[in-house]
């Protein structure tokens, strides 16, 4: 069974460009999630996703950033424009309804996201 | 504030030696879970072990285990007979049951191993 994969890998943009993040979480989950973690810190909760809605968005840093699930597959992250302080790397993860015990995220790669 | 803290930006183990690695949370939920995570050079981020809140003992997946102590709100990772491929960063995170699918990670502990 294929993991949750994540496209590009690293990213290297000019402040004020866009960038679109995208990732393919593993077949038949429905939740979706992103994360970013900026150099040395903690990971940071974005945004969830069940199928194509969005369930709970309190960690999106601001309106620059938009998620997408179109279809309730795949999932799209755009930044527009790009700051200086967007570099870092975005995760995404997905789990299935039921879960595992404790219902446990399967995160992606990450891409590595670099701002200039 | 913090809901996860992890002191150790970084550590060394010995090849075959045991390391604990520490993580405290700060939470006011009753039922909350408890993981950790493994993050090789190679990016992808490994689930581990998962404690919940309410389990008496402490969980263990193979050469893993969780040192669970509710009272001082720690869950330390033990990671016993290190080995060469167990150089990572590892990371401490918690959900708390009121929202469910959302994790709080630490800024994770970047673990060495020597030959």
């Known amino acids: 069974e294929a993991g949750v994969t994540q496209f590009p890998s690293h990213s290297v943009i000019e402040k004020g460009q866009t960038v679109t993040l995208r990732c393919d979480p593993i077949?038949?989950?429905?939740?979706l999630y992103w994360y970013r973690r900026v150099m040395g810190k903690e990971i940071k909760f974005l945004l969830h996703?069940?199928?194509?809605?969005?369930?709970?968005e309190s960690g999106m840093p601001n309106n620059r950033f938009l998620a997408e699930r179109t279809g309730g597959t795949y999932s799209t992250l755009k930044v527009q424009p790009a700051e200086l302080e967007d570099s870092g790397v975005y995760f995404c993860?997905?789990?299935?309804?039921?879960?595992?015990?404790?219902?446990?995220?399967?995160f992606g790669p990450g891409t590595r996201l670099t701002v200039l | 504030a913090q809901k996860i803290t992890q002191t150790q930006p970084g550590m060394f183990v010995q090849e075959k030696e045991a390391v604990t690695l520490d993580c405290t949370y700060d939470?006011?939920?009753?039922?909350?879970?408890l993981f950790w995570y493994k993050q090789p050079s190679s990016g992808e981020m490994i689930f581990l072990i998962y404690?919940?809140?309410?389990?008496?003992q402490n969980a263990t997946e193979g050469r893993y285990s969780l040192n669970f102590q509710k009272a001082r709100k720690s869950a330390n990772l033990v990671i016993s007979a290190s080995q060469l491929g167990d150089s990572a960063m590892y990371f401490c995170?918690?959900?708390?049951?009121?929202?469910?699918?959302?994790?709080?990670f630490g800024s994770g502990t970047k673990l060495n191993v020597k030959p």
């Open positions: 404690q919940g809140s309410y389990d008496e």
């Open positions: 996703f069940v199928k194509e809605s969005k369930q709970d």
């Open positions: 993860a997905s789990s299935g309804l039921a879960g595992g015990p404790g219902n446990e995220q399967f």
């Open positions: 995170a918690m959900r708390e049951d009121e929202n469910f699918n959302k994790f709080y």
């Open positions: 939470t006011s939920d009753q039922s909350y879970g």
């Open positions: 077949s038949g989950h429905d939740n």
